[in-house]
């Protein structure tokens, strides 16, 4: 149950695009479509962005999008808007009916 | 208005007990499954555990396993997670969160409580 990796930070600019990693093994991520990203305010709970790899919760924002290739899921924030200066976790469905986390990444808006 | 509510927190000493809980409201709560997922000060989410619909299916991380306990009331709509022989480690903030379910796997963790802080220390 290791958890899966994230680069620490991404930053970019108002209105660019960023994308972030989550990079597994074939016993979650890369073994099922149960990838889900979370996005964390300081202090706050975690709120669901992206849900099965790629869908997002009805009425939720469509700045972001979800992917996978192999092992590795990624998110992408389009449009980055101060409010999305927050730590951000994928987590993935894995072997024997358990669950991981990724490292979180904690992204900056320049 | 679907809301989870944790309690049961608090400061304890390695070795001790502690049993948490959390209410939950605005959904069927008998038809989801539920899980603990916690984060130490500073760090990142770790999942802990996880129960099924009516109670008859559990899993647990490693770190866990065999001194924590989830279950629940499906009648009081109410989460638990009983943690014994508790360590300095298992200091965090212990979230209640609600798991959607698709093929036979919760796919998403949809639903947060603000979490409850257990310390461990003497």
């Known amino acids: 149950q290791s958890a899966l990796t994230q680069p620490a930070s991404v930053s970019g600019s108002p209105g660019q695009s960023i994308t972030i990693s989550c990079t597994g093994t074939?016993?979650?991520?890369?073994?099922?479509?149960?990838v889900s990203w979370y996005q964390q305010h300081p202090g706050k709970a975690p709120k669901l962005l992206i849900y099965?790899?790629?869908n997002r919760p009805s009425g939720d924002s469509n700045r972001f999008s979800g992917s996978k290739s192999g092992n590795t899921a990624s998110l992408t924030i389009s449009g980055l808007q101060a409010e999305d200066e927050a730590d951000y976790y994928c987590?993935?469905?894995?072997?024997?009916?358990?669950?991981?986390f990724g490292t979180g990444t904690k992204v900056t808006v320049l | 208005e679907v809301q989870v509510v944790e309690s049961g927190g608090g400061l304890v000493q390695p070795g001790g007990s502690l049993r948490l809980s959390c209410a939950a409201s605005?959904?069927?709560?008998?038809?989801?499954?539920m899980h603990w997922v916690r984060q130490a000060p500073g760090k990142g989410l770790v999942w802990v555990s996880r129960?099924?619909?009516?109670?008859?299916?559990?899993t647990y991380a490693d770190s866990v396993k065999g001194r924590f306990t989830i279950s629940r009331d499906n009648a009081k709509n109410t989460l638990y997670l009983q943690m014994n022989s508790l360590r300095a480690e298992d200091t965090a903030v212990y979230y209640c969160?609600?798991?959607?379910?698709?093929?036979?796997?919760?796919?998403?963790?949809?639903?947060w409580g603000q979490g409850t802080l257990v310390t461990v220390s003497s």
């Open positions: 969160v609600r798991g959607t379910v698709r093929g036979g796997a919760t796919t998403m963790f949809d639903y």
């Open positions: 099965e790899v790629s």
């Open positions: 074939s016993s979650d991520v890369g073994g099922y479509k149960y």
């Open positions: 605005g959904f069927t709560f008998s038809s989801c499954w």
């Open positions: 129960i099924n619909y009516d109670g008859s299916s559990t």
């Open positions: 987590s993935s469905y894995s072997n024997s009916a358990t669950y991981v």
